[in-house]
């Protein structure tokens, strides 16, 4: 069954037939949707088959839902990386060019003159934090409800145009500098593991400070997952500093 259908299937089932994971499935549908396109076909299609096997078994349970999650995430890591590194450099100019185009006239104009007065595609986000929350952004300031829904619908629209050019792109002509971004990031992903692994030792050290560390470990795993926030080397890095310390200190008493 295509991504498209196992989301539509998802999210118009009847309510007593609802997948009891249906959110997570959904999450997991479109993981492998966006997956860039030069991730191993062979691979996609494996995790394609546990999408489908989770969808026909509502018994399954949420961490073995999670736990494939993680594993998409953990193996597509470097050619994720590297197609988000692509996009950054790439994308946004013809992000900005396909949204103009999906707009109306009179809509388009008032966002070009949105865009002269200090307003930035990023204010069309829906996520704002802290004291934000309680002032209205630039752009909800700026464009009454039908105009932000006709903004918010053509930004959705020229990221998948977006996305499919750099699709191209790093498959043809940035084939090359795709590439060594990948070895960049596969690179890093493997000083990741050597530190997880560190900490994942550490913990072994002491009954007083392990569940409080398989916890933090556990999050930082969490960190390959497609849909989590991505996992650095640097706060990987920290951690373990921070546990060596720790246990230094309390190692008489553990």
Same mark, same amino acid.
């Given at each position: 069954?295509?991504?498209?259908?196992?989301?539509? &299937?998802?999210?118009?089932?009847?309510?007593?037939?609802?997948?009891?994971?249906?959110a997570t499935l959904e999450l997991l549908a479109l993981a492998l949707e966006k997956l860039p396109p030069t991730f191993s076909e062979a691979s996609r299609a494996h995790y394609e088959e546990r999408l489908q096997a989770f969808l026909a078994d509502p018994t399954v349970s949420y961490e073995s839902i999670h736990e494939t999650l993680v594993a998409l995430g953990?193996?597509?890591?470097?050619?994720?990386?590297?197609?988000?590194?692509?996009?950054d450099r790439y994308g946004r100019a013809s992000e900005e060019a396909h949204l103009l185009e999906n707009l109306d006239a009179g809509v388009r104009g008032k966002y070009e003159r949105f865009l002269h007065e200090g307003g930035k595609i990023n204010h069309i986000e829906a996520a704002r934090s802290g004291e934000e929350l309680h002032a209205p952004s630039p752009f909800e300031?700026?464009?009454?409800?039908?105009?932000?829904?006709?903004?918010?619908q053509a930004l959705v629209e020229a990221r998948v145009a977006a996305r499919r050019e750099i699709g191209e792109l790093v498959t043809t002509s940035k084939k090359e500098e795709y590439g060594a971004l990948v070895s960049a990031f596969g690179e890093e992903q493997r000083h990741l593991e050597s530190a997880l692994g560190e900490l994942r030792a550490l913990s072994a050290v002491s009954r007083k400070w392990r569940p409080e560390m398989a916890n933090r470990l556990r999050t930082l795993e969490e960190g390959w997952s497609v849909?989590?926030?991505? &996992?650095?080397?640097?706060?990987?890095?920290?951690e373990v500093e921070y546990w060596k310390g720790t246990l230094e200190a309390f190692l008489p008493a553990a």
């Amino acid at each position: 069954m295509p991504y498209a259908s196992c989301l539509i &299937l998802l999210q118009y089932s009847s309510m007593p037939l609802r997948h009891p994971h249906a959110a997570t499935l959904e999450l997991l549908a479109l993981a492998l949707e966006k997956l860039p396109p030069t991730f191993s076909e062979a691979s996609r299609a494996h995790y394609e088959e546990r999408l489908q096997a989770f969808l026909a078994d509502p018994t399954v349970s949420y961490e073995s839902i999670h736990e494939t999650l993680v594993a998409l995430g953990k193996e597509s890591w470097p050619f994720r990386r590297a197609f988000e590194e692509m996009y950054d450099r790439y994308g946004r100019a013809s992000e900005e060019a396909h949204l103009l185009e999906n707009l109306d006239a009179g809509v388009r104009g008032k966002y070009e003159r949105f865009l002269h007065e200090g307003g930035k595609i990023n204010h069309i986000e829906a996520a704002r934090s802290g004291e934000e929350l309680h002032a209205p952004s630039p752009f909800e300031s700026y464009f009454d409800p039908e105009e932000k829904f006709a903004v918010q619908q053509a930004l959705v629209e020229a990221r998948v145009a977006a996305r499919r050019e750099i699709g191209e792109l790093v498959t043809t002509s940035k084939k090359e500098e795709y590439g060594a971004l990948v070895s960049a990031f596969g690179e890093e992903q493997r000083h990741l593991e050597s530190a997880l692994g560190e900490l994942r030792a550490l913990s072994a050290v002491s009954r007083k400070w392990r569940p409080e560390m398989a916890n933090r470990l556990r999050t930082l795993e969490e960190g390959w997952s497609v849909v989590e926030k991505p &996992l650095s080397l640097a706060e990987a890095q920290h951690e373990v500093e921070y546990w060596k310390g720790t246990l230094e200190a309390f190692l008489p008493a553990a």
